[in-house]
């Protein structure tokens, strides 16, 4: 366990991602998930208002109740929950054994709810309603990480800063940051760094350089994601590069469980004092991942040679088409 920027605030390197929550699975499944994340040694958890169709905190809330010492949670501000939460939830209810056998069903609800998503105005009075909605959904008197979600540069005022001060002072947050897009990201932290006490972006092993943001606690995510499918689908078209890279690496990486440990291991070693956060539908891959990380695994050294070699053949794999298949890391 390592110390949060708020003191006595410990966290894991490893943290599990709630965004794909309610996604085409039920409320007990759901919770059954973050119950194994938890058993396999996961004690950061990421969330957001408008996660799992506006479900996610909810669900997350009920999980983690009687876990809340022991873990660590960060939740969101910037995007709203989808209005008619109820609509939705009817229409998860009838088309989930839908959903569950016709993946198109499940992208359609999701690109229905994604409409239902606004966008907040940032205002203090709008922030200050999400933090209470957002404490009454987790269960919790606190939330440990508070991130501006999606937010610019022009979206920060003196008197949404005083708002989380205050909450800091209040005790209803214990760290606050923002959780936008990487550009916006970095662009915040060279103009606003007073914003930055931490810092959630995505990153993978396509992006080639290493994240950085001084001064501030890294959080990455989608380590894996289309990022993967990218670069399986680009080696399974390249089967000479496969293999030379297998050599050099001393494993196979046309195997996809050894790509996608490698790919974390990666994002891993790119951000050794911060979170990095992956999202999985599968029991299995949940386990596999944390042996991976919180035994701090090495892969035999493999790691850094892994990102040299994506690095050496960025261009290429950017191209890429993507898979049609997919893994739930």
């Given at each position: ?9 410990t ?7 709630s ?47 009687s ?6 949670i ?7 929950p ?5 609509l ?35 205002s ?18 606190y939330?440990d ?8 540069v022009a ?21 606050f ?6 550009a ?5 932290h060279?103009?606003?760094p007073?914003?930055?006490?931490v ?8 992006s ?11 959080i990455t995510?989608r380590?894996?994601?289309?990022n993967?499918l990218?670069?399986?689908?680009w080696?399974q078209?390249n089967?000479?590069?496969a ?11 046309n195997?996809?469980?050894t790509?996608?440990?490698l ?5 891993r070693?790119?951000?050794?004092r ?19 990380l919180?035994?701090?695994s ?5 790691k ?9 053949d ?6 890429a088409?993507l898979?049609a ?5």
């Amino acid at each position: 366990m390592q110390q949060l920027l708020a003191p006595g605030l410990t966290f894991t390197h490893l943290g599990y991602g709630s965004s794909q929550l309610m996604g085409g699975i039920t409320r007990r499944e759901s919770i059954a998930l973050l119950e194994t994340a938890f058993d396999a040694g996961i004690r950061h958890f990421d969330t957001a208002p408008s996660y799992g169709y506006g479900h996610a905190e909810g669900v997350l809330g009920e999980a983690l109740r009687s876990k809340r010492d022991r873990v660590t949670i960060a939740t969101k501000f910037g995007l709203r929950p989808p209005r008619n939460q109820n609509l939705l939830a009817l229409a998860r209810r009838v088309l989930l054994p839908m959903i569950k056998l016709a993946p198109g069903v499940k992208s359609r609800l999701s690109r229905a709810a994604g409409g239902l998503v606004a966008r907040a105005r940032f205002s203090p009075e709008e922030m200050r309603s999400s933090i209470d909605a957002s404490l009454t959904a987790l269960r919790t008197d606190y939330i440990d990480v508070f991130l501006l979600h999606e937010a610019v540069v022009a979206d920060l005022t003196d008197e949404l800063f005083a708002e989380l001060e205050r909450n800091v002072r209040a005790g209803k947050i214990r760290s606050f940051g923002v959780g936008s897009e990487a550009a916006a990201a970095m662009q915040i932290h060279r103009i606003e760094p007073r914003f930055c006490p931490v810092m959630q972006f995505e990153w993978s092993v396509l992006s080639c350089e290493k994240p950085t943001c001084p001064g501030s606690l890294l959080i990455t995510h989608r380590g894996l994601s289309t990022n993967f499918l990218r670069i399986r689908a680009w080696l399974q078209a390249n089967p000479r590069v496969a293999n030379g890279w297998s050599e050099e690496l001393g494993c196979n990486v046309n195997e996809a469980s050894t790509l996608a440990n490698l790919m974390l291991a990666a994002a891993r070693h790119a951000n050794p004092r911060g979170i990095t956060l992956f999202s999985s539908r599968s029991h299995q891959n949940i386990r596999a991942n944390a042996r991976l990380l919180l035994e701090n695994s090495d892969l035999h050294g493999a790691k850094a040679s892994f990102a040299a070699l994506v690095a050496r053949d960025a261009g290429a794999l950017l191209n890429a088409p993507l898979s049609a298949t997919s893994i739930g890391r």
